[in-house]
Each structure stands twice: as C-alpha cells, then as structure tokens.
C-alpha cells in the first residue's frame, strides 16, 4: 500500500511538472531547420571552445562548411571598472564587462548582428592578490560560458520568429 501512494504521488508530480511546461534551464526547443551551424571565430580560443561546446550539447551538429547556418564571432572584450575603493584609496570592488559581438548568417547573408553582454561585481583585496587574480579568472570563465548561453538564446529566439 506504501509503494502505491509513493507511486501515485510521483505520477502526479511528475503529470504537474510536465503540464506547467516545466523546462530545464538551457534546454532550447531548437527549430526544425537549426540541426547544423557553421563556427568562424576571430576571438578567443576559450570563448569558441565554450560556444562549441553550447552548440553540440543543445544538438546542434557543428561543420566546418556548407548550406547550414555560419556563426560568426567577431570580437569580445573585457573590461573592468572600478566600483568602490577602500579608505586608503585602494580599489576594494571592480565591474567585469564582457562583450561578444557576433553575426547569424545564411547563404553569406547576415540573418543576426547583435552584441551579448555579461556583468559582474567582483571584490578586490590587495592582501590576497594570489587568490583574487584566479578568482578573477574563474569569474572570466563563468562570464564566457553564459555569453554564449547568451548567444545561443538569441539566436534560437530570433529564429523562432
């Protein structure tokens, strides 16, 4: 009787859970005509390896060529400004501001030209220098791979259309 209830109570959530539309974050529903793409980048090897990554595991097959959709990842940049200082006027917080400008095209048409941008507040200590500069890069990381969670939304909403 006790695994019945458990069973009939899983049912149900499950049943509830599906019918919301329920959807795990950075599952997209991909269009039809979006089962390859083309990758050029003319930026930092990190940032084509995390959108690559994005591409195949969303199920989107990346080529190096051919009738399929090109992305093309034109330049990004990161930069940092200085958000609070300390009482001996030292920087105690930064803004990190990563940038990707990127183009979606068709048949050498540019379908998408748009910019993804990504912001984060990071604290400063000049007493732990070591372990803010990997920190820093940690949060660099972090920032790329949601650029192109970014990008990868973008494009899947604009080809929704």
Same mark, same amino acid.
């Given at each position: 009787?006790?695994?019945?209830?458990?069973?009939?109570?899983?049912? !149900?959530?499950?049943?509830?859970?599906?019918?919301?539309?329920?959807?795990?974050? $950075?599952?997209?529903?991909?269009?039809?005509?979006?089962?390859?793409?083309?990758?050029?980048?003319? +930026?930092?090897?990190?940032?084509? *390896?995390?959108?690559?990554?994005?591409? &195949?595991?969303?199920?989107?097959? &990346? &080529?190096?060529?051919?009738?399929?959709?090109?992305?093309?990842?034109?330049?990004?940049?990161?930069?940092?400004?200085?958000?609070?200082?300390?009482?001996? $006027?030292?920087?105690?917080?930064?803004?990190?501001?990563?940038? +990707?400008?990127?183009?979606?095209?068709?048949?050498?048409?540019?379908?998408? #030209?748009?910019?993804? #941008? &990504?912001?984060?507040?990071?604290?400063?200590?000049?007493?732990?220098?070591?372990?803010? !500069?990997?920190?820093? #890069?940690?949060? +660099?990381?972090?920032?790329?791979?949601?650029?192109?969670?970014?990008?990868?939304?973008?494009?899947?909403?604009?080809? *929704?259309?």
């Amino acid at each position: 009787m006790r695994i019945m209830s458990r069973l009939l109570l899983s049912l !149900t959530m499950l049943a509830t859970l599906s019918g919301c539309g329920f959807q795990l974050r $950075g599952d997209y529903q991909l269009p039809p005509n979006l089962d390859s793409m083309a990758l050029h980048s003319k +930026v930092s090897k990190e940032l084509a *390896s995390q959108m690559e990554q994005r591409l &195949v595991h969303s199920g989107i097959n &990346v &080529v190096e060529s051919g009738n399929s959709y090109q992305l093309a990842l034109l330049s990004d940049k990161l930069e940092r400004r200085t958000l609070s200082l300390f009482e001996s $006027g030292q920087v105690a917080e930064y803004e990190l501001l990563y940038q +990707v400008n990127y183009q979606l095209l068709k048949d050498d048409q540019v379908l998408v #030209e748009r910019t993804a #941008e &990504v912001a984060r507040d990071y604290q400063d200590d000049p007493n732990f220098a070591l372990a803010k !500069t990997r920190e820093r #890069e940690m949060l +660099v990381n972090e920032m790329r791979a949601e650029a192109s969670r970014i990008i990868l939304q973008q494009i899947v909403s604009e080809l *929704s259309q």
